[in-house]
């Protein structure tokens, strides 16, 4: 295998930004400071509040899901001493940690910082992780790889007062474009920016103000063309008047998306350009793009055959992917629930140098990404991936299931999402009367969350599901509400209708029923998203009318939330997404 030039690898921490956070956690504990101060500022440096008392949940900022090496070492090396072995990635390319006591927070800060990690402004009223297609530079559709400019404004915005203290959180999304299209959802995010080349020279077209939770918002469109060099301004222009005009008063009603509503789209077109006029007259230059990092010499054209070992054709089928770089293909390795072990990551450390282009990617939908293996040493990586339990096949597909962490940890949810989510895929991948139903509806995309705050994103999924409770006589049930057909493409963000709530113990029989409806119903070769999409909700409803039935007779076993032996409880506390 080639061996890469030694990267020049990227730092986003500061040793100072931990002193701080041991000083003001000093004052705290002396009673020199609130718990609500205290509460805003920990929040900006990552550490967040979990349902468990005396434990907390530390979420490391990945920009652009990039990880190298060094990255991976001091991540799986959190994992295994404060985080009980696992790590997290979310939907938004972080890496989180859970159940870790507050006194143990330095030693993990440390830890990141020697490999420049940091969970500065990974939570908090801030200019969140700024986003990008993981497969951007190696997606054959693109327009341009969007990656450089994502770190350029990741380093823009980082440690900037005006962008640390806003009325609520505010992200950023990088799309490729192309045939790609919006691959990086910016049609949800507080500003999204698409690949677009216009006469030769590179652009995006400006969405701002989407978003999703409990009052989903389509992005608007600023600019269907905004030339790269000032792409930073037209951002920094927006969290400046998130800032100025953003509801400070009501956290519930505070994201930009709320000023748009506020404004009207002519009002909020006119007030963004005045900001951005502004910082076109304070801009001293460009935004300044990060270095090349790796250098790849040609792939290997061909090499000795490998024995192939048992499983290897279906996960090559499913989980890789040619590039444009001639010999070279993208591996994706499945994280159920988007779970990894300190091992894992470890033995990726390795396993990247030797097989990849020195890094790993997280992804969008909970997955990692290894880019630039040559299609000869696929085997190889398989059996190797075999070893660390990452060769599961069927990522992207319908079992392949997103979650939130759910009652699990969050003060918020309603529902154990992980739990169902693992169900549901237990279902599809091991009931043989399904094979075929899965094999059909293999490219459904299924997400869930544990309330209706969509960190699961089930607004843009096929088959989409938040977590609720209903009542029937004295006892309670937990329940999904089905979003049918929403998603993201060419047309901009769609939400999905809100069509029957379910017990969550029928989930599992729900989404077989639903994937039976499409192989019945669909037409010629109509793709899962435009049948779900356009599917009667009386045709839905005749599917899973009794699954929804929840009375006198019901057993008590259906009112419990998978996982639980005991009876369901609503248990919801203060919540800090809007601390």
């Not at 972080?94 to 993990?108: C, G, V």
């Not at 402004?121 to 986003?131: D, K, L, P, Q, S």
């Not at 629930?337 to 396993?351: F, I, K, N, P, Y």
């Not at 398989?382 to 392949?400: E, F, I, M, N, Y």
């Amino acid at each position: 295998m080639h061996a890469p030039n030694a990267p020049l690898l990227p730092r986003f921490s500061d040793a100072r930004d931990i002193d701080e956070f041991l000083e003001v956690l000093g004052r705290f504990e002396r009673g020199e400071l609130s718990s609500d101060a205290f509460r805003k500022f920990r929040l900006t440096r990552g550490v967040y509040g979990q349902r468990q008392e005396g434990v907390q949940m530390l979420r490391v900022k990945v920009p652009q899901g990039v990880l190298f090496p060094a990255a991976l070492e001091a991540l799986g090396a959190v994992a295994e001493d404060v985080g009980h072995g696992l790590g997290h990635v979310t939907t938004r390319q972080n890496l989180q940690f859970h159940f870790i006591p507050m006194a143990e927070m330095e030693r993990a800060l440390r830890a990141l910082d020697a490999a420049g990690l940091t969970t500065r402004e990974a939570c908090g009223n801030t200019v969140r992780n700024v986003t990008a297609c993981p497969f951007a530079g190696v997606h054959t559709a693109e327009t341009f790889d969007v990656a450089p400019y994502g770190e350029a404004l990741t380093r823009y915005f980082l440690r900037q007062p005006w962008a640390g203290d806003l009325p609520r959180k505010f992200k950023i999304a990088l799309s490729c474009g192309g045939s790609a299209g919006d691959c990086a959802y910016g049609a949800i995010n507080d500003v999204g920016l698409v690949a677009r080349v216009r006469d030769g020279a590179r652009g995006f077209q400006l969405l701002a103000a989407g978003g999703l939770s409990t009052s989903p918002q389509a992005a608007l469109e600023l600019d269907p063309f905004l030339p790269v060099e000032r792409a930073h301004l037209a951002c920094e222009a927006l969290v400046r008047l998130f800032d100025r005009t953003g509801n400070r008063e009501n956290k519930h009603r505070a994201r930009l998306k709320y000023v748009l509503r506020r404004l009207g789209p002519e009002g909020f077109r006119r007030a963004f350009r005045e900001e951005f006029d502004q910082a076109l007259a304070r801009s001293t230059g460009p935004l300044e793009l990060p270095p090349e990092r790796v250098e790849l010499p040609p792939a290997p054209r061909s090499q000795a055959t490998e024995l192939r070992a048992e499983g290897y054709l279906p996960w090559r089928a499913s989980n890789t992917f040619a590039q444009p770089q001639e010999g070279y293909a993208v591996a994706v390795l499945r994280l159920p629930l988007g779970a990894v072990t300190a091992a894992q990551l470890r033995g990726l450390a390795s396993l990247c140098q030797t097989y990849a282009d020195g890094a790993v990617r997280t992804t969008l939908d909970q997955n990692l990404a290894l880019r630039y293996v040559p299609v000869a040493r696929l085997p190889a990586l398989h059996r190797a991936l075999k070893d660390l339990w990452l060769a599961q096949p069927g990522a992207r597909t319908v079992s392949d299931v997103t979650s939130c962490p759910g009652a699990e940890s969050c003060n918020l949810a309603v529902t154990s999402s992980r739990a169902v989510a693992a169900a549901i895929t237990a279902r599809l991948e091991t009931d043989p009367a399904l094979a075929e139903l899965v094999a059909a509806a293999r490219a459904t995309v299924i997400k869930l969350s544990g309330c209706p705050n969509s960190c699961g994103q089930h607004h843009i999924a096929d088959l989409g599901f938040h977590g609720a409770a209903r009542k029937v006589g004295d006892r309670t049930a937990p329940v999904y509400q089905l979003h049918l057909g929403g998603g993201v493409d060419e047309r901009g963000a769609r939400f999905g209708r809100q069509v029957v709530k379910l017990p969550a113990k029928r989930l599992p029989e729900a989404v077989a029923r639903l994937l039976g409806l499409y192989a019945r119903e669909r037409e010629g070769s109509e793709a899962p998203s435009r049948f779900f999409e356009r599917v009667a909700e009386a045709r839905v409803l005749a599917a899973l009318g009794d699954l929804a039935t929840l009375d006198a007779r019901t057993p008590d076993e259906d009112f419990l939330d998978v996982g639980e032996d005991t009876g369901f409880k609503v248990s919801i506390g203060a919540g800090e997404c809007a601390a």
